[in-house]
């Protein structure tokens, strides 16, 4: 039995809404190839596929499938179902959290029912595309006619195909669902039955873990760590390297956001080192660092060492809003221009502790150099979908451990450390999209939430806490350096809500 802090939402793998419904399709649609990120860099171990090789310009990779891979109705896994995934993903019409990666995809060939090969627009980085074309594969049949424009609420996306260790039997939505070996895997997993409960509260999740409802929890908040293994021999800490960044995007739509010496003065104005010193240090540890952009550095080549963290600078911010014209005109502690105050409404996730206490500290910091940080609370569902129509002006968002920071919306790296949103919101013209806000649409009424910008938890503190026990055990990481392909484990569920 694990919690998850809220419906996972869909399973279906080209159209995601949460990095939680990742973890779980990668327990029930294998990639050609898994990805794995460790000391030494991005590395691939096979997923539906044994092999693959390079073409000698870079321009074609390709792949030799298991002709064991079997989908859960016994049908084989075929190149025809690796063709139409990527089809999808590159169809604007579904708004696949992976259109970009099609982008770099000319055509996937399949000369064969085990063979496919994916012909590139251009040479590149050999990690950039083998990660485009490592993408969880979906059972082509069962989608082969279904409209494209609405995939995300299409039977599938609660109901998939599986070819991986797990399948789902049933699910609940927003209570919980039942995963159970997929019969014609090809790596049986030892947990003949994985129940995840939807428990909104943390600290519901918490007290449940103590008294035994539960048998895992993920994402242990540190002011936790301290009583969960104190005299509490049937609980274990497992302790896993993340490297998820935490940020802050700015909306460029909307005009103010839209210039360059605002979103600097912004970023001036966040004390990342307090920050971790307040919220992410036990005794002498920090368990996190300030980010200098959205790679790892556990993806060795992929992360520029040479760059620095901007620096907290309150008051170079404070000059560079007086150049953009901004005074306190009327006394309130808030600048103005033109009459209009410097609010910036900020969008998050609701029900994530964490969350609510850096949104805090970030406000207060924001509050210092006269800027009024309006934060919205929103449930899961509406706020995936308010991201990905771009209606907001600041989102907390994260990177997963992922050279190409893919999330939605799409993000422009313009400086270190200033992630700038640049998805325009669909269907709506830009002289249409609404003007800045001076009030929020809601607020969280006197308990505000939102995330500091900037931060990388290259450990996460504590992957989950379990209770050892004989079907009670840890789930496996993606990572080899987290114990990748634990025999008979839930392979791959690293969870990063």
């Known amino acids: 039995m694990l919690g998850l802090p809220f419906d996972p939402g ?36 096979p997923g539906l596929a ?46 696949s959290n992976w259109l970009a990666d099609g982008k770099l995809i000319r055509e996937v060939l399949t000369p064969d029912a085990t063979t496919v090969t994916f ?21 082509a049949s069962r989608l082969q006619d279904a409209d494209r424009a609405s995939l995300r609420g299409h039977a599938y996306s609660r109901a998939p195909s599986s070819s991986g260790p797990y399948r789902v039997v049933t699910w609940s939505p927003d209570d919980h669902l039942v995963l159970e070996p997929n019969p014609h895997t090809l790596t049986p997993p030892k947990i003949q039955r994985v129940i995840a409960r939807v428990v909104p509260e943390y600290s519901t999740r918490v007290l449940e873990l103590e008294r035994g409802a539960l048998d895992l929890l993920m994402d242990v908040e540190l002011n936790d760590v301290a009583r969960l293994t104190a005299d509490r021999p049937d609980l274990r800490l497992i302790r896993i390297p993340d490297a998820s960044m935490s940020y802050i995007g700015w909306n460029l739509d909307e005009p103010r956001l839209a210039e360059p010496k605002l979103r600097e003065a912004l970023d001036l104005s966040i004390d990342r080192q307090a920050l971790i010193r307040e919220m992410y240090t036990v005794g002498d540890e920090a368990y996190a660092r300030v980010a200098t952009g959205s790679v ?27 150049e953009l014209g901004y005074a306190d005109a009327d006394g309130d502690g808030v600048l103005d221009r033109d009459g209009a105050p410097l609010r910036i409404e900020l969008l998050l996730q609701s029900g ?5 206490r850096l949104g ?55 400086r270190p450390l200033q992630l700038d949103v ?39 503190v504590v992957s989950g806490v379990v209770r050892p026990g004989e079907r009670r055990e840890p789930a496996g990481g993606r990572r080899p350096d987290v114990g990748a392909q634990q025999p008979g484990g839930l392979r791959d569920l690293d969870l990063d809500a």
């Open 10 to 45: 869909s399973l279906n793998p080209v159209a995601l809404p949460y990095a939680l419904s990742q973890q779980l399709v990668d327990q029930t649609q294998l990639p050609l190839a898994r990805r794995h990120a460790g000391p030494d860099g991005l590395t691939f171990t």
């Open 50 to 95: 044994t092999a693959w090789t390079w073409s000698e310009d870079h321009l074609q990779l390709t792949f030799t499938l298991n002709p064991a891979a079997r989908w859960d109705d016994g049908s084989p896994v075929t190149s025809a179902d690796v063709a139409f995934t990527y089809t999808l993903i590159d169809d604007p019409a579904v708004a």
């Open 119 to 139: 012909v590139f627009e251009e040479a590149a980085s050999e990690l950039l595309l083998m990660s485009a074309a490592s993408h969880n594969i979906l059972q």
């Open 296 to 322: 790892a550095p556990s993806l060795g080549p992929w992360h520029n060492a040479a760059l620095t963290p901007t620096p907290h600078d309150p008051s170079r911010a404070r000059t560079l809003l007086a």
């Open 352 to 356: 994530i502790p964490e969350s609510e």
């Open 360 to 414: 805090v500290r970030v406000q207060a910091m924001l509050k210092e150099i006269g800027v009024a940080l309006e934060l919205v609370a929103v449930e899961p569902n509406r706020f995936s979908a308010t991201a990905r129509e771009g209606d907001f002006e600041a989102i907390l968002w994260g990177f997963g451990n992922n050279p190409q920071g893919r999330s939605r919306p799409r993000v422009a790296q313009r």
């Open 422 to 460: 640049v998805q325009r919101p669909r269907d709506r013209p830009p002289h249409r999209r609404r003007p800045p806000r001076d009030q929020p649409r809601r607020g969280p009424g006197g308990d505000p939430r939102g995330l500091g910008e900037g931060l990388r938890r290259p450990p996460r």
